[in-house]
Each structure stands twice: as C-alpha cells, then as structure tokens.
C-alpha cells in the first residue's frame, strides 16, 4: 500500500483558475513539506509544516497557500494559476525527534500540474 | 541564491566503472547531506546521507566522502550497473531550518552496458 497518497497525479488547469493538491501519508510522521519540480529549478522547497504548524515557507506568492486539517494531511491550495505554475508538485514526510533533529524525508508520487 | 551546486550536469560511464558525482555547498550550518536519486517519471528517493561527524558514508557500492574545510562532498559509484542510469540530488539542511532540504540542480547519470 501506498505510504504517502497524493491526488490527482496529474492536472490541467486554465489560468486564472483555482486547483487544490491533496497530499495524505500514512507513515506516522510529525512533518510534512511541499517541493516544487520543474525544468527550470529541479527540486525546490516551498513549505514545512511540523504537527500542523507551519514551520517554513519559502513561496514568494500567497497564491500559494498549505492546508492541514489533520495531522497525515497537507493540501496546497493554488489559486490565480499561471503557465509559470506548471510543475511537478511533490509532498514529503518525515519524523521529528524530542531533539529537533529529522529523519530522512519520504516524498510522495506526486501531482503534475499543467496550466494552459 | 545557488547554495547547492553540483557537476558535472551530465554524466556517462561503462558499466563495471566507478562513477563520481561531485557537490559543494556554501552554508556552513548545513549538517545533514543526503543524496537521492530519481528515475524517470518517479519520485526522489533517499539513497544515501552523512552527517558531519565523518567524513565517509558507506552502503554497498555507493560511498559519499566528505570534506567539511572545502565544504564538498562526492557520491562514488563503484562497479556501476545499467540500473543505476538516473538523476541523483544532493542536498543539504541545517538543524534550524526545520527539516528543509535544499537540492543541487542535480547530475544525470548514464551507464553503457
């Protein structure tokens, strides 16, 4: 079974328009994160939450925005899509220990977003 | 700000070779360095990571060596396989940035049987 779900696995967006990602992970981990892929910047960091807090975000637009509703999810909500936004969109976990140091981080399928 | 680079961009070795994979990073706080690889149409996958307290990381054929003074590090591939051909990422984190992984622009790897 799959350990960290994220749906869809692809997308085609118009611009302008609003997507929602869904990540969910069934690994027991206290973090999650949001990496971007794309031809022009391989993997890049956009958010960290840790027990549903947001711990890091590194999105220079608020077009960007992560929801938690429980602790195993961490949706990204995308809104005013452009071509730019076209990328593979990964979720990532790991595990927090009591001395703020984390494991390895396990990314998820992904979701590829295309935006016409 | 490119605080992860590594070379060369691509790469191609015979099988049965070794493969080196080089990385150099800049922050000095970074204390975590895990390497991924991906195939095509996957996910990153963790493959290998070293911590600062040594300056060599060992799992089968895949060896990272690390230099903290030049700040650099280097994956070896020893005896390589068709199967290794993927993308490997090097990557780097700090304990204060709250897991984040910053990644190299990565180092396409090909291997002729």
């Known amino acids: 079974d799959p350990k960290i779900i994220q749906k869809p696995k692809y997308l085609v967006a118009v611009t302008g328009s609003e997507k929602i990602l869904i990540c969910e992970q069934y690994?027991?981990?206290?973090?999650m994160y949001w990496y971007r892929q794309s031809a022009k910047k391989p993997l890049e960091f956009m958010f960290s939450?840790?027990?549903?807090?947001?711990?890091d975000n590194q999105t220079a637009s608020s077009r960007f925005q992560p929801q938690s509703s429980k602790k195993n999810h961490l949706d990204l909500q995308i809104t005013a899509l452009k071509p730019d936004d076209s990328a593979t969109y990964f979720c990532?976990?790991?595990?927090?220990?009591?001395?703020?140091?984390?494991?390895?981080?396990?990314f998820g399928p992904g979701t590829r977003l295309t935006v016409l | 700000q490119q605080q992860v680079r590594q070379s060369p961009q691509s790469l191609t070795v015979w099988e049965g070779e070794t493969a080196i994979l080089n990385c150099s990073y800049e922050?000095?706080?970074?204390?975590?360095f895990p390497w991924y690889w991906q195939f095509p149409r996957e996910s990153p996958a963790l493959l290998i990571a070293?911590?600062?307290?040594?300056n060599k990381k060992e799992d089968g054929r895949f060896t990272i060596f690390f230099n903290k003074r030049e700040k650099k590090l280097s994956l070896h591939i020893t005896d390589s396989q068709p199967g290794d051909s993927a993308t490997y990422f090097c990557?780097?984190?700090?304990?204060?940035?709250?897991?984040?992984?910053?990644f190299g622009q990565g180092t396409k790897l090909s291997i002729k049987p």
């Open positions: 690994l027991g981990h206290n973090a």
């Open positions: 922050d000095s706080t970074f204390d975590y």
């Open positions: 990557a780097a984190s700090s304990w204060y940035n709250q897991g984040k992984l910053i």
């Open positions: 070293i911590r600062p307290v040594s």
């Open positions: 990532a976990s790991s595990q927090r220990d009591w001395g703020g140091n984390y494991a390895e981080q396990f």
């Open positions: 939450y840790s027990y549903q807090k947001l711990m």
